[in-house]
């Protein structure tokens, strides 16, 4: 009966104390709608997003069938250093896209270029905020998942100043619609590509541990790039801009080192 007597006033008390949260209670937190909170919940979920970003880049290079490409955009060669595009789309063959007579400001491909570019900067930052939203049992973990989003961003930021001169520079994802975005120089915009190109090399392996994976030397090799495209611009006064550009590439070299002989 004692046991009965203080138990019963315990439970009242407790039933009090949840009554004045009846709000958060009530407050519907559905699983299946994503926001950046719920998006990322383990860490396992941020290399998930990773995963897109891979996706996008290869839709960048195209697909053996056109058909399955979600966009006309591809980053080849022919034509431009890296603009080109399926050839059997318009029927001009290969040719056809050195021929810039045939272009006109109102084609496509360049207004797909540029939102495909941001798509994977926006996946890029995404990734990196869910990064620092999750727990990690191992911080080698999170370095290589972080230095991932860096090397798309980097990427993409190289890819925009080549084609597209000074960009809007977006550093973090956002939720919210803005239309206050400024274009940034072209030299802003390629060291905003080297940045994250230098922390992704630091990051990341030396050969990635999965097939298909970015590792080391596909960031330098872009790193190497993104100096020379630096250097032109600003006529090597931003730094050894040219030595820089061979270092990088000395690296990629050293680690995928050119075949001297037959298999």
């Known amino acids: 009966m004692k046991t009965t007597k203080y138990l019963i006033p315990a439970v009242l008390c407790l039933m009090g104390i949840s009554a004045c949260n009846d709000e958060d209670f009530l407050e519907e937190k559905p699983k299946t709608l994503y926001t950046t909170t719920t998006a990322f919940e383990k860490s396992s979920q941020v290399e998930s997003q990773l995963v897109t970003a891979y996706r996008k880049i290869f839709s960048l290079h195209g697909y053996a069938n056109e058909s399955l490409a979600p966009s006309p955009a591809l980053l080849g060669g022919v034509g431009s250093d890296v603009f080109d595009i399926f050839h059997s789309l318009v029927g001009e063959g290969a040719a056809g896209w050195s021929n810039y007579a045939l272009w006109n400001s109102s084609d496509s491909r360049f207004s797909t270029l540029w939102d495909d570019l941001y798509q994977l900067v926006s ?11 999750v727990e990690w049992n191992d911080e080698s973990e999170k370095t290589y998942q ?104 000395e690296k990629t070299i050293a680690l995928h080192p050119l075949m001297t002989k037959r298999f």
């Open 123 to 133: 996946y890029a930052n995404l990734a990196l905020l869910g990064a620092e939203n």
């Open 146 to 249: 972080t230095a991932q989003a860096k090397f798309f961003r980097g990427y993409a930021y190289l890819r925009l100043a080549e084609c597209f001169g000074g960009v809007p520079i977006v550093d973090e994802f956002t939720e919210t619609l803005r239309l206050d975005y400024e274009r940034a120089t072209r030299e802003e915009s390629y060291k905003f590509a080297i940045e994250n190109l230098e922390a992704a090399a630091e990051g990341l392996p030396d050969y990635p541990r999965n097939d298909g994976k970015v590792g080391k030397g596909a960031a330098y090799h872009f790193l190497a790039e993104a100096y020379l495209g630096l250097g032109v611009e600003t006529s090597n006064s931003s730094g050894d801009c040219y030595s820089k550009a061979v270092q990088a590439a």
